[in-house]
């Protein structure tokens, strides 16, 4: 099995649960999204692409959806009975959106990863990222240190103070946002559905009284999450930075300790039971033996994988944490 530390990954004998730097989250909860990508939205300005590029459904479209008017002054509005102010995102824009996410964690999934290659991608004319809200203490330093954005972690005073700051509130939860809102609004509040899960289903339930428009990173999340909800498809973009390789093919086969005439499964995702990573393991152990497996993460399921691995296909599975770059695997 395998295990990385610090530096260059080493092989390891034996089971062991190894961390990453950045320390093992048991977060199997939650439903962070596709977390085998790094996340930017470069082939899309968010929120300002032309609206026949974007996957819509219900309701009124993100994109006609600030009044140019309501952007002069605070953000923040007493939200009157059935009545959602319209948003014109035009060419007469005087100055960049001020837009502020809001979350439960930052660790190193899915959410963290898109944030983090949105805030990087984003066009500074047209949207500036003022900081990142986070509403528990449960985060990882190192990936709030990766952010180029100031990150607050706070609760309900944090969450009020956001909606008057910023035109944008850009959310994935958490489900007490209704409540710490009462009646204050942004000028306009976008939840972004990461996964079609239970999780990402209870979380925009509870946070709905407050949303103004769902941004789905697909077709099946925006019709299995988004429960009739005004909708947009983005998809989720890749970083491609992240993907640089350093070294000779070669060379990192072999400092895995795959032989050259190895067939190499590789996969990148949280070891999470809804990702079901044992399938790959399982696959892999009904396959002849020069097929392996590289699987590259984290997550609560670590321990387990390693478990499994030696049982079914002892000597073929290597499971190693990553810090972003993957270039190298």
Not at 52 to 66: E, N, P, V
Not at 68 to 78: K, V
Not at 101 to 117: D, N, S, Y
Not at 276 to 283: D, G, K, Q, S, V
Request: proline share 6%; net charge neutral; aromatic share 6%.
């Amino acid at each position: 099995m395998y295990e990385q530390k610090q530096g260059q990954p080493r092989p390891t004998t034996g089971v062991q649960n190894a961390l990453s730097d950045s320390q093992e989250f048991g977060l199997d909860s939650q439903e962070f999204g596709l977390d085998s990508q790094e996340f930017g939205l470069d082939s899309q300005e968010f929120g300002l692409a032309r609206e026949s590029d974007l996957q819509r459904t219900g309701g009124s479209s993100l994109l006609g959806r600030l009044q140019t008017s309501s952007l002069g002054g605070a953000g923040g509005r007493e939200a009157a009975p059935g009545q959602v102010d319209s948003i014109r995102v035009g060419a007469e824009l005087s100055r960049p959106l001020r837009v502020i996410h809001i979350g439960q964690h930052m660790v190193r999934a899915g959410i963290e990863m898109w944030l983090k290659a949105l805030v990087k991608y984003s066009d500074p004319n047209r949207i500036r990222f003022e900081r990142c809200i986070v509403t528990s203490t449960f985060n990882d330093p190192q990936v709030i240190g990766e952010l180029p954005v100031p990150v607050e972690v706070g609760g309900e005073a944090s969450v009020r103070r956001a909606a008057m700051d910023c035109d944008v509130l850009l959310v994935s939860g958490p489900g007490e946002l209704p409540k710490w809102l009462g009646k204050l609004r942004p000028s306009l509040c976008v939840f972004v559905a990461h996964g079609d899960g239970m999780f990402t289903r209870r979380i925009l339930d509870k946070c709905s009284p407050v949303i103004d428009h769902v941004v789905a990173v697909s077709r099946r999340v925006q019709r299995e999450a988004c429960q009739g909800l005004p909708s947009t498809v983005i998809y989720n973009g890749i970083d491609t930075a992240h993907l640089t390789r350093s070294d000779h093919r070669g060379d990192i086969r072999a400092r895995f300790g795959f032989a050259p005439t190895d067939f190499v499964v590789g996969s990148v995702m949280r070891l999470s039971p809804e990702k079901r990573p044992e399938l790959l393991i399982e696959a892999i152990g009904k396959l002849p033996r020069e097929f392996k497996l590289l699987l590259v993460g984290w997550g609560p399921l670590q321990q387990k994988l390693f478990d499994l691995a030696n049982r079914v296909a002892p000597m073929r599975c290597i499971i190693t944490p990553a810090n972003g770059h993957l270039g190298d695997y």
